[in-house]
Structure formats: structure tokens, C-alpha cells
């Protein structure tokens, strides 16, 4: 079951914020979020397993809500280096665990001068 | 830093060749991923590898395709006779247990002609 993510494209100018969503119909096993640069290989920026969690550095963070359906990204005081596609990766609880990442179709961020 | 290495990282090739794509995962890690990505679109999971089978694989890892672990280094991956819609970025990923953070290569950009 592939994750939605919201919006598709986000134009930014620096030092702005973005909320950047990941959900899905049924409770998920756990959240990854990635950025890739055109070109390149995604790039991991943090793992959400449990419900109500937040982690993240103070200018990139993520929450997982409490009932595991639905991943925020935040990127506060966006810098040049933000811009790229971002990615959320989904595992779904099956018996015995699951090792699939389901990648929803993206965002991209461009953060201009 | 350790890293995932794929070669080669361009390869061209005709319709119904066979091609290898080689990978090989940071040492000490146990899980191994290949995904692909068709340009502009989203990273899709292809198949995990664990303790030398294949633990999962997606609807587009059909039997054209089979992966390898020939000598406890190398990850490879096999297609079988090439169809022009297997153009893409293929990706290789390793991690070292299942819920950890899973480090991408910098991919093989495959063209069949």
C-alpha cells in the first residue's frame, strides 16, 4: 500500500518553513524519511517507529502520529542545501515483520535565494 | 565513512540481453535491498535479501529477475532478458538490522535500447 504525500512540490524562499505530509489508510509499522537530489541516491534523514514520537535536529524534524497512520516532516528556516525531493518510506506490519520499504511518489522542495 | 558501491554506473544494453548489476553492501550490515527508480518517478522496492534468501520480493520482481550473494561480499542483481520498460536507476541498499537505517548506493543507470 504506497503512502500519499502532500503537496507534490513546495517552492520555498530561505529561512522559510515546510510542513512536508506522509499518510496512509492503516497503521503502519514505521516511517523513514529520505531526500534525494537529482541525480543521486536518497539520502536517509530519520526513522519513526513509535506512535506520538517526534525526533529530529532542530531544523529538520518529524512526527508520527498516535495511531501510526500519518508522518509529518518539518523543515524549519529552510536553508539552499534543503532543496530536493523528499521521500517517505513505509513498512507495514505483517506477520513475522516486514523488510519492504513502499516509497510514496515524492516532494519536491526547491528552496530560491 | 563506510558506503554502499555499485558498479558499473552506467549501462547500456540491448533488448533481451542479460545484464548483472553489482553491489557491495557496507561490511558488517545484514539486510540487502535492491530498489529501482524510473526517471522522475518514485524509488520502488524490488526485493530484500536476508541470511541468503530472499525474504521479500514486490510484483514487479518477477522470474526475469534473480539476486545474488555469490561470495559474501558482492549483491548482485540478474536480469534475465532486458525489456525496454526496465530502464531505470537501480539502487541498491544494505542495513544493518531490520528497523535501522538503510544506506543507499549511488545507483546504476540502466538504458535498454
Known amino acids: 500500500q504506497q503512502p500519499v504525500q502532500s503537496p507534490q512540490a513546495v517552492i520555498l524562499r530561505e529561512g522559510e518553513d515546510a510542513v512536508i505530509n506522509c499518510s496512509s489508510s492503516k497503521a503502519l509499522y514505521s516511517v523513514h524519511w529520505y531526500r534525494q537530489k537529482h541525480g543521486e541516491a536518497p539520502i536517509f534523514l530519520m526513522i519513526l517507529l513509535k506512535g506520538g514520537e517526534q525526533k529530529g535536529h532542530d531544523k529538520i524534524s518529524a512526527s508520527f502520529n498516535e495511531k501510526k497512520q500519518q508522518s509529518s516532516l518539518y523543515l524549519t528556516a529552510s536553508q539552499l542545501s534543503y532543496s530536493g525531493t523528499y521521500f517517505c518510506?513505509?513498512?507495514?506490519?505483517?506477520?513475522?515483520?516486514?523488510?519492504?520499504?513502499?516509497f510514496g511518489k515524492g516532494t519536491k522542495l526547491t528552496v530560491n535565494p | 565513512e563506510p558506503e554502499v558501491t555499485q558498479t558499473p554506473s552506467h549501462q547500456v544494453t540491448q533488448m533481451g540481453q542479460e545484464v548483472i548489476l553489482r553491489c557491495v553492501p557496507i561490511s558488517n550490515h545484514l539486510y540487502f535491498y535492491w530498489y529501482r527508480q524510473i526517471l522522475g518517478q518514485k524509488v520502488e522496492f524490488l526485493v530484500s535479501?536476508?541470511?541468503?534468501?530472499?525474504?521479500?520480493k514486490s510484483e514487479i520482481f518477477d522470474d526475469q529477475f534473480s539476486v545474488e550473494r555469490p561470495d559474501g561480499s558482492n549483491f548482485t542483481l540478474k536480469i534475465r532478458s532486458t525489456k525496454l520498460e526496465d530502464s531505470a536507476m537501480y539502487f541498491c541498499?544494505?542495513?544493518?538490522?531490520?528497523?535501522?537505517?538503510?544506506?543507499f548506493g549511488q545507483g546504476t543507470r540502466l538504458t535498454v535500447v
Open positions: 541498499a544494505s542495513s544493518e538490522i531490520r528497523d535501522s537505517e538503510a544506506f
Open positions: 518510506g513505509t513498512e507495514s506490519p505483517t506477520q513475522g515483520g516486514s523488510e519492504k520499504l513502499v
Open positions: 535479501f536476508y541470511n541468503n534468501e530472499i525474504s521479500e
